[in-house]
Each structure stands twice: as structure tokens, then as C-alpha cells.
């Protein structure tokens, strides 16, 4: 059975910065452990990158845990990049769950939600 796996490296270009990898299924059942991942890599961080490429399965928690993830980047001014690379998976995920918007929420003064691109 596919388990999820987060692992956490300095990003490139700038010492303030950590990459976190994310593969497998981020579903109700683990996303607590990829809430802390997330919650800890944050607070080392001035940047973080989050990398979806390699998640084979996503749900409504998972979505949920990215969407705090991003405010709580907001509220502490870092900045928060997603990339899902090839994977079609939580596109297709956001939109199904409704995540997918034309405007950011209140807290995107920075205009970075990864929402933001309407619905197809």
C-alpha cells in the first residue's frame, strides 16, 4: 500500500529556504503528519516550496491542509510556492471539490493563491 512520505531539504538560492517533497496519498487518514511536516518546514523557513508531484491521491483534507498552509505563510509574511510538476491529480481534485477560484481569499493580499485560475 502507497504511504505517504514528506521529506524536507534547503531550497536552492537562498539559506532561508526549504523544499518539501510530498508523495504518495494525502487523504484524511495522514494529513495530520503532513500538517506538522508542513507546520515545522515553516517555521525554519522564510520560503517554503512545496512539490506535488509525486501525490497519488489527494482529498478534501488534503486541500484543506495546503489552503492553511498558505494562510499561515500570509499571516508570518513568508512566501509559499506549490508545484504539482506533471501531475493532473490535484487540478482535477480542486476543481471536483469547488477549491478552484477567479479571486483569492481575503487574506491574498499578495495575490499568491493557488486556487486562483477559475474553473474549466
Do not use: Y
Not at 14 to 34: E, H, I, R
Amino acid at each position: 500500500m502507497d504511504e505517504l512520505k514528506v521529506t524536507v531539504a534547503k531550497g536552492e538560492g537562498t539559506p532561508a529556504a526549504l523544499t518539501v517533497n510530498v508523495s504518495g496519498p494525502v487523504s484524511v487518514q495522514n494529513v495530520g503528519d503532513l500538517r506538522a511536516a508542513l507546520l515545522q518546514a515553516l517555521a525554519g523557513a522564510e520560503q517554503l516550496f512545496i512539490n506535488l508531484a509525486d501525490v497519488t491521491e489527494i482529498d478534501l483534507a488534503g486541500l484543506q491542509v495546503l489552503c492553511a498552509t498558505h494562510r499561515s505563510v500570509l499571516q508570518l509574511n513568508k512566501q509559499l510556492s506549490i508545484a504539482t510538476g506533471d501531475n493532473d491529480l490535484i487540478h482535477a481534485v480542486s476543481i471536483e471539490a469547488g477549491f478552484q477560484r477567479h479571486v483569492g481569499c481575503a487574506q491574498d493580499r499578495d495575490k499568491t493563491c493557488f486556487w486562483v485560475g477559475g474553473n474549466d
